[in-house]
């Protein structure tokens, strides 16, 4: 069977990632695209000569550590004034987002990766593959501003690459 004919390659069939500009989602597909990890909301240091970005493992005051949620979705904006709406145009170009934000890989035409929720169909893979900060966070209100550079960490930078087949064998043993 041919590509043309074959249904499982129409693009009705694709997810809407793989169909739809970041512009083109709508509010809920928006929402979704978030794995829910917990780096964005981490503490950034801008080297301010070279512009280069360290993360930190400092989390906002209304990130839980335990779970890497927020404790207050809905109102973040107004209990956090420095808390950001991740845009478009951001997803393109802030060096402060994370290699593993699916906002930052749909712009940049990567995809999404195998242990994302909307791939595997669990919030689980995100744990497993090292992406989420919980339990490797401590709130911003148990350290001083001048302190930060105390908690620079390189893993939240970075993009572990953990194998499917690692996370897939795990699960077989259960």
Not at 44 to 73: H, M, N, P, Q, W
Not at 110 to 133: C, D, F, K, N
Not at 154 to 159: I, L, R
Request: charged content about 25%; aromatic content about 8%.
């Amino acid at each position: 069977m041919d590509q043309q004919t074959d249904p499982r390659t129409s693009p009705t069939d694709l997810p809407f990632w793989q169909t739809k500009t970041l512009e083109e989602m709508s509010s809920e597909e928006w929402e979704s695209l978030c794995d829910g990890c917990g780096r964005c909301c981490l503490s950034k240091l801008e080297d301010i000569d070279s512009g280069a970005i360290a993360f930190t493992c400092v989390g906002c005051a209304l990130l839980d550590g335990k779970t890497a949620r927020c404790k207050d979705y809905p109102n973040r904006f107004a209990k956090v004034p420095d808390c950001l709406a991740i845009t478009p145009e951001m997803a393109r170009n802030s060096a402060w987002l994370p290699p593993t934000c699916a906002y930052a890989r749909i712009a940049n035409g990567e995809g999404l990766a195998w242990w994302h929720p909307l791939v595997s169909g669990t919030q689980e893979t995100v744990e497993v593959a090292r992406i989420s900060v919980a339990g490797r966070v401590i709130s911003e209100d148990e350290v001083e501003l001048a302190d930060l550079e105390d908690h620079i960490e390189n893993w939240p930078d970075e993009d572990p690459m953990v194998p499917a087949e690692e996370y897939y064998q795990v699960e077989s043993t259960l």
